[in-house]
């Protein structure tokens, strides 16, 4: 499964590479000639899309929030949404407004707030992102390497893992694969984003990989055939 990405800042459809947040400008897309993203967004369901990944980046910045333009997606297309979450605080709200909840290694305060969340909340509308920078896991609050990562995603049980290597953001230039191949046989659904191209898809479908966060390429229309 393709799932569509989307970045919100100021109300508006963004994109840029790497994770370099301050260089993103106005979407362009296949989908609508506007960077609109309600607009976008229906365009995306009319193609088939069952779900998007939204990333607010004024939230993630500690700035102001797109959970409203969020909510109003969600009615559209289920979201899966990532606004920075440092700790339990105001997850239900967010869990009220779109289906899935992202919680992020870049934000959270702690390992144990990532066990707070779990437990308390319903784990069908969480995920956990493991956020990676040039080759390791990024983490604003926390420090760990990849065999803390599994260990933790041992322990807490997510139905699904994104991970989501943000230095491949916007390149296209395909995939880590032996990153990967370290968080193979977790019994999890994991979620591959980062750099993604129409030849990783069909590679990593083929060793049973489902699911695919993909922006750059899909915007661009370089998947095209492949939803």
Known sequence: MIIPVMDLKNGEAVSGKSGKRETYTPLKTVFDRSSNPIAIARKL???????????????????????????????????????????????????????KVIIATETIENFDEIELIFSTYPKQNLVLSI??????????????????????IEEINPPEVILLDISRVGTENGVDHELINSFIGL???????????????????????????????????CLKGLF
Request: hydrophobic share 40%; charged share 25%.
């Open 45 to 99: 369901k009319k193609s088939g899309f069952s779900r998007i990944y939204i990333a607010d980046l004024d939230s993630i910045e500690g700035n102001s929030s797109n959970l409203q333009i969020a909510g109003e997606i969600n009615k559209i297309i289920p979201v899966m949404f990532d606004s920075g979450i440092e700790n339990s605080i105001g997850i239900q709200k967010i869990i009220d407004s779109v289906e």
């Open 131 to 152: 956020d990676i920078k040039d080759g390791n896991v990024l983490g604003k609050h926390i420090e760990a390497d990849f065999n803390d990562i599994i260990r933790k």
């Open 187 to 221: 019994d999890t659904d994991l979620i591959l984003g980062g750099g993604i191209t129409p030849r990783d898809i069909t590679e990593l479908k083929s060793l049973g990989f489902e699911y695919f966060l993909v922006g750059t390429a899909l915007h661009s229309g």
